[in-house]
T-cell receptor, first 114, second 111 residues
């Protein structure tokens, strides 16, 4: 089955600096890669996603890049703010009988220091 | 706003006492999922419904059951909760081959 590795497990940055989280996946059939932000005591919220036919996607301060050949994808947050502090999960998904089977990474706890 | 709603947000039960967690959605999505998330870990899929078709993950204990009486509602039943079942339970929905939307979760405490 699919295996998703995520690094680093914790990340501390100064407010205004950039943060980068990296993930690798094993199953070449995976074709959709969402990133979720989970704040304490809340459910994961989708913040950005990318499909396998695209190499990069940007939404304001957040960007995701995908390298299908190397099977890795990354989340980039620029100009970090204290409210960016949360746990971030990457995921790899593939079509499976009408639904998307998702495999999550192990999570990165991001702390933005004011 | 269309959303995924979970009730209750916090549930306390006693060891061995059955408990039911509720999820509803206004997104009209075909697929509904239940995840278990323990502290500092990724969500772990327990099972999902594709319309009325129930799909159990191979490693989901028999202690966990689910019901989906209609498109909007899905329930998670824990027949005999053990201390190891204390966790956050997340409901999610998706339309076919699209991203999953998560509810806020129910924090289950087992005494």
């Amino acid at each position: 089955g699919e295996n998703v590795e995520q690094h680093p497990s914790t990340l501390s940055v100064q407010e205004g600096d950039s943060a980068v989280i990296k993930c690798t996946y094993s199953d070449s059939a995976s074709n959709y890669f969402p990133w979720y932000k989970q704040e304490l005591g809340k459910g994961p919220q989708l913040i950005i996603d990318i499909r396998s036919n695209v190499g990069e996607k940007k939404d304001q301060r957040i960007a995701v890049t995908l390298n299908k050949t190397a099977k890795h994808f990354s989340l980039h947050i620029t100009e970090t703010q204290p409210e960016d502090s949360a746990v971030y999960f990457c995921a790899a998904m593939k079509d499976s009988g009408g639904y998307q089977k998702v495999t999550f990474g192990t999570g990165t706890k991001l702390q933005v220091i004011p | 706003d269309a959303m995924v709603i979970q009730n209750p947000r916090y549930q306390v039960t006693q060891f061995g006492k059955p408990v039911t967690l509720s999820c509803s959605q206004t997104l009209n999505h075909n697929v509904m999922y239940w995840y278990q998330q323990k502290s500092s870990q990724a969500p772990k899929l327990l099972f999902h419904y594709y319309d009325k078709d129930f799909n159990n993950e191979a490693d989901t204990p028999d202690n966990f059951q689910s019901r989906r009486p209609n498109t909007s509602f899905c329930f998670l039943d824990i027949r005999s909760p053990g201390l190891g079942d204390a966790a956050m339970y997340l409901c999610a929905t998706s339309s076919i081959y699209n991203e999953q939307f998560f509810g806020p979760g129910t924090r289950l405490t087992v005494l």
